[in-house]
Nanobody
């Protein structure tokens, strides 16, 4: 299984980015676990950002609620993270994975993430 995140970049505070995660080796609509986005800032542990179940239920970290939106397109085997009103503290490498809806465990090895840098 390979999970490839993309769409990161440099953006000013208050700006927006849309991340994509394309999967190979699995078929999203058959995955019972949730799809999720995670991030790791320099010097910090990786943390869950948002998850979405096969039924469309979503969970968000408190720090991103109201600003980030996770969605999935099973036909394209892709999960997205729409990030608005970005803050410098959102700067991190963002990863996607499959796991629990609360983001506490993941099923696969981490793929290559995508770097998001928010300047003040």
């Amino acid at each position: 299984v390979q999970l490839q995140a993309s769409g990161g970049g440099l953006v000013q505070a208050g700006g927006s980015l849309r991340l994509s995660c394309a999967a190979s080796g699995i078929i999203f609509r058959t995955v019972a676990n949730a799809m999720g986005w995670y991030r790791q800032a320099p010097g910090n542990q990786r943390e869950p950002v948002a998850t979405i179940t096969s039924g469309g239920s979503t969970n968000y970290a408190d720090s991103v609620k109201g600003r980030f939106t996770i969605s999935r397109d099973d036909a394209k085997n892709t999960v997205y993270l729409e990030m608005n009103s970005l803050k410098p503290e959102d700067t991190a490498v963002y990863y996607c994975n499959v796991g629990s809806s609360d983001g506490r465990w993941v099923r696969y090895s981490w793929g290559q993430g995508t770097l998001v840098t928010v300047s003040s």
